[in-house]
């Protein structure tokens, strides 16, 4: 009689488990790159944030958010503050 089979075709204690350490999401985004670039936007009751590698995805994503009328921030690494009419500097670094 053959041993019986897991679903995914290994038998029984086969595979080791993985390291706790590739389970673990990381704080800062699923591939474990720490992210520079932070959006908030706030309107009304609403707050939403995000985190980027890019500046010039988080640029992106900022215009659209203040165009459709939400007060936008960008920080960067440094933890300067942009607003709407300094994004532009962002692109130019």
């Known amino acids: 009689m053959l041993p019986s089979m897991a679903p995914n075709c290994h038998a029984p204690g086969e ?3 993985k390291p706790a350490a590739t389970r673990e999401r990381v704080q800062d985004d699923a591939r474990g790159c720490a992210l520079a670039y932070k959006m908030v936007a706030e309107r009304d009751n609403e707050k939403c944030s995000f985190a980027r590698e890019s500046r010039l995805l988080i640029v992106a994503k900022a215009k659209v958010w203040a165009s459709e009328g939400w007060k936008v921030v960008i ?8 607003t709407p009419p300094e994004f532009d500097q962002l692109l130019a670094a």
Request: charged share 25%; proline share 27%.
């Open 15 to 17: 595979l080791p488990p």
């Open 75 to 82: 920080t960067d690494p440094d933890g300067k503050a942009y």
